[in-house]
T-cell receptor, first 116, second 115 residues
Framework: EAGVVQSPRYKIIEKKQPVAFWCNPI?????LYWYRQNLGQGPELLIR????????DSQLPKDRFSAERLKGVDSTLKIQPAELGDSAVYLC??????????????FGPGTRLTVT | AQKVTQAQTEISVVEKEDVTLDCVYE???????LFWYKQPPSGELVFLIR??????QNEISGRYSWNFQKSTSSFNFTITASQVVDSAVYFC????????????FGTGTRLQVTL
């Protein structure tokens, strides 16, 4: 079974530029999460989707961050414009409500963003 | 509010030594889940264990064991006979029971195992 796929793995941009990250969750997983992990810290949830609906976006900085999961499968997280403080690893995870491993979150490898 | 504290920032051990990673948590929920994840240099978080708050039995899986003590709000992780491949950052996490969807992570403990 394929895991959570993220691209790109690395991205370097100048401040004020836009950037987008893509995530394809494990097939059949209805819940998708975006996390941000700053250096030396644990991941922090940005947004959670149940199918195509964003059910928890309380930690998403909505002035510059946006996300979508139009068909309830893959998802895109966008930053526009990027700031120096946005440099971090952006992790995508997915989980399913069903089965033996219900609600366990499976993480992708992340996208390491550097804003210069 | 939920909080997870991993006081050990970095631990170095020599291969074959036993090592314990500490985790202390705070929550007002009466039922909750506790987790441990491993993050190797590749960056991907790997699930190790989930423990429900009403199940205080300790668990052993190969060289890994977990000690859950509700009285002290701790969920410690021990690696027996450590190996170089155990080198990684280990995160403890907490979520409300029910959906396990709102994970609160600690700051992680970097474990370095050398020959």
């Amino acid at each position: 079974e394929a895991g959570v796929v993220q691209s790109p793995r690395y991205k370097i941009i100048e401040k004020k530029q836009p950037v987008a990250f893509w995530c394809n969750p494990i097939s059949g997983h209805n819940t998708l999460y975006w996390y941000r992990q700053n250096l030396g810290q644990g991941p922090e949830l940005l947004i959670r989707y149940e199918n195509e609906e964003a059910v928890d976006d309380s930690q998403l900085p909505k002035d510059r961050f946006s996300a979508e999961r139009l068909k309830g499968v893959d998802s895109t997280l966008k930053i526009q414009p990027a700031e120096l403080g946005d440099s971090a690893v952006y992790l995508c995870a997915s989980s399913s409500r069903y089965g033996e491993n219900s609600y366990e979150q499976y993480f992708g490898p992340g996208t390491r963003l550097t804003v210069t | 509010a939920q909080k997870v504290t991993q006081a050990q920032t970095e631990i170095s051990v020599v291969e074959k030594e036993d090592v314990t990673l500490d985790c202390v948590y705070e929550t007002r929920d009466t039922t909750y889940y506790l987790f441990w994840y491993k993050q190797p240099p590749s960056g991907e978080l790997v699930f190790l264990i989930r423990r429900n708050s009403f199940d205080e039995q300790n668990e052993i899986s190969g060289r890994y064991s977990w000690n859950f003590q509700k009285s002290t709000s701790s969920f410690n992780f021990t690696i027996t006979a450590s190996q170089v491949v155990d080198s990684a950052v280990y995160f403890c996490a907490l979520s409300p029971a029910g959906t396990a969807s709102k994970l609160t992570f600690g700051t992680g403990t970097r474990l370095q195992v050398t020959l």
